[in-house]
């Protein structure tokens, strides 16, 4: 039997608070950890970039999409050269636009505040020439919608959301709310949440929108100071505990069990985040050691900056777009292959050049065992 949305029920007005204040406290901590690491790096947009494309990963993820990291990075570096059959090519493209929209995100909320008008914006970006675009890009639903295995009819379906005569309604709820004097922005933050997933305001692409809102709030209530938090990772380890808890508020009025769900996994992410931040932050300062050593080059700074925001690239990139003469670029590549710096991923052939990776980077921000 469906579980249909719950009308006239947010906000809360009866969360339990003992239950949920013991776990705020470490999650605000961990969060605060990570954004010391986060004001430490020196350029966090170049040398997060990797965990900015995994966090796409990992979010399209859960949507079902397949597409790894490596795959994204190859096909962005190398374009459709007949590695990746149309079913992958497709999420990857999918990735990609998730990526696009985080990162217009911040140029959107340099202009606005948080907001629907954000939201449809970074939706239509989100479903821009993939799967999604014949499904109103940036625009609210107008018909019912409703969750359940492909093809279902409604009484089938595991969840149904809000009627689409009543979700402008909703959404200005919803709006209102982030902007709303509460008790505690990360217990805020877990009703937000909730409730756009609840609400489901467009015909595709609710789940990874609402996904992308949890850094960008974040960030605009200050206690991010980039909006670079990787929350998806989280979700995504157990998908189907995350999808029982969205659903246990309207079926059950089970708020304070979601709060303490959602607070556990932003302790968890946040505490992750900062190991693999300070990882990465390590592995730059241990570059910028071995790489002058290993190039003899005046243009070392350029050359590591080069491979942490592009850990997988064409040689042919390295030598026309890295501001390094191309001459010296062509010098520093098999350099940095022999120092064990790069692998050739794929060798050059005929007009097509190499194709390179930055091994230690990746494995880091995939979170396994260097390769």
């Not at 986060?38 to 947009?45: E, I, R, T, Y």
């Not at 050593?293 to 491979?307: A, F, L, P």
Request: glycine share 6%.
């Amino acid at each position: 039997m469906a579980i249909h949305y719950h009308y006239d029920a947010f906000p809360p007005k009866n969360l339990q608070w003992e239950k949920i204040i013991p776990l705020v406290g470490p999650a605000s901590a961990a969060i605060a950890r990570y954004d010391g690491i986060l004001k430490a790096l020196p350029n966090a947009n170049l040398l997060l970039s990797p965990l900015t494309t995994q966090e796409a990963v990992l979010s399209s993820r859960i949507e079902g999409t397949q597409a790894t990291m490596g795959e994204v990075l190859e096909y962005e570096a190398a374009g459709d050269i007949g590695q990746f059959d149309e079913s992958l090519k497709a999420d990857i493209k999918e990735v990609l636009n998730y990526r696009r929209a985080m990162h217009e995100a911040t140029d959107l909320l340099d202009k606005f505040p948080l907001s629907q008008r954000v939201i449809k914006a970074l939706h239509g970006i989100l479903l821009s020439g993939v799967r999604g675009q014949n499904k109103s890009p940036g625009e609210y639903r107008k018909t019912p919608n409703w969750i359940g295995p492909a093809g279902c009819a409604i009484e089938d379906a595991y969840f149904v959301p809000i009627s689409a005569d009543k979700l402008i309604a909703g959404m200005d709820a919803w709006e209102k709310f982030i902007h709303a004097d509460f008790l505690d922005i990360l217990v805020q933050l877990a009703l937000l949440h909730v409730e756009f997933e609840a609400l489901h305001p467009f015909l595709d692409g609710n789940g990874r929108i609402g996904r992308m809102f949890i850094p960008l709030f974040l960030w605009q209530k200050g206690l991010i100071s980039q909006p670079t938090f990787y929350v998806s990772a989280g979700f995504e380890k157990d998908r189907n505990s995350y999808y029982a808890n969205l659903r246990s508020v309207s079926q059950k009025n089970l708020w304070t069990e979601w709060c303490v769900f959602f607070l556990d996994v932003l302790r968890t992410q946040a505490e992750e985040n900062t190991e693999k931040a300070t990882g990465i932050l390590k592995l730059y300062d241990d570059m910028k050691g071995l790489v002058p050593q290993t190039i003899n080059s005046q243009y070392t700074i350029q050359t590591v900056e080069w491979i942490f925001n592009v850990p997988i690239f064409m040689g042919s990139d390295f030598i026309n777009k890295s501001s390094i003469p191309p001459a010296t670029a062509r010098r520093i590549l098999p350099l940095l292959v022999e120092g064990g710096v790069l692998r050739i991923m794929r060798q050059a052939r005929g007009r097509r050049s190499a194709l390179y990776a930055f091994p230690e980077l990746l494995n880091l921000a995939e979170g396994r065992t260097l390769v």
